[in-house]
């Protein structure tokens, strides 16, 4: 992975006339800066609402429990940027920028509401979901049924015990993976990290015993 | 060509792959290269693997996207 640091170095911090009249709104206290924090909070609220009922159902929240989640995101992402407010060097439009914290408050927020479902697995490992995961019809049982032992085999032979438990979390029981990041007490970035070099090791070992391309640019 | 081609895009691992904490750090950029109409996947590659591969990270693109594009009506 690379960095892309240097990439933001090369961005001119410029301001548009519309994120340049925000920043001196919101920087000095006063009925003005009320007024756009009012306006602002509507605008984050209106993001959360409809990002939370969109993602909601799949995460089994729904009605007003739903609703506090889109409150408490808009206000806590109002409560973020306004302390980030220095922070912003006019890389993008301010309400861009503003935006993706609203957004990654309602992501984080379903995350934890994942685990009061009652019927959450973890400890179980339900491997007759995956021909179903990767699209294998069972007509074609006999072409596959090879293929998912390697597979098996692979996870329980070439993964870390880390790696197995979240390839196992992830892709076998659909466990999400902010829910499952949040569980064990990690982050999105670290368990992304194990699922990358977890499907590397897969893809070398099933690549080797000739059941996938031996290419893995994965560049499209 | 595999049989298996949403196993094999699965595993499929890309080396330009910045990760989430480095692609959510740009967010903002790249939403809003993308909502100019610019080449974003070209400037920012790193980026635009992660965002392939990864869902959460995907999913926060297009509702981050999604919010830029309404709010221009």
Partial sequence: ?220 | MNGWPALDRFLRTDPRDVGCAEAMEMLHVYVDLVAAGGDAEERYPGIAAHLRACGPCGEDFAALLAAVRDAEG
């Fill in chain 1, 1 to 220: 992975m690379i960095p892309v640091n240097r990439v933001v170095d090369e961005i001119p911090a410029r301001l548009d006339p519309e994120s340049a009249e925000w920043i001196r709104v919101l920087a000095v206290a006063g009925p003005q800066r009320e007024a756009a924090l009012a306006r602002l909070h509507g605008m984050l609220l209106r993001i959360a609402q409809r990002e939370a009922r969109r993602r909601g159902p799949r995460m089994l929240v729904a009605g007003p429990e739903l609703e506090d989640l889109a409150y408490q995101a808009a206000a806590d992402a109002l409560m973020a940027i306004t302390g980030k407010l220095g922070q912003f060097r006019g890389e993008s439009r301010f309400t861009t920028w503003a935006y993706r914290f609203v957004i990654l408050e309602v992501s984080a927020k379903l995350g934890r509401h994942f685990w009061r479902r009652p019927d959450v697995p973890l400890e179980a490992e339900d491997w007759d979901r995956l021909p179903g995961r990767f699209g294998f019809e069972p007509a074609r049982e006999s072409e596959w049924r090879d293929l998912l032992a390697a597979l098996r085999r692979a996870v329980d032979t070439e993964l870390t015990a880390r790696q197995r438990e979240v390839f196992v979390a992830i892709v076998v029981n659909g466990v999400p993976l902010d829910a499952l990041a949040l569980r064990l007490g990690s982050s999105r970035n670290a368990v992304y990290k194990m699922m990358f070099d977890a499907r590397r090791k897969l893809r070398a070992a099933l690549a080797a015993n000739g059941y996938l391309d031996d290419d893995d640019s994965g560049r499209s």
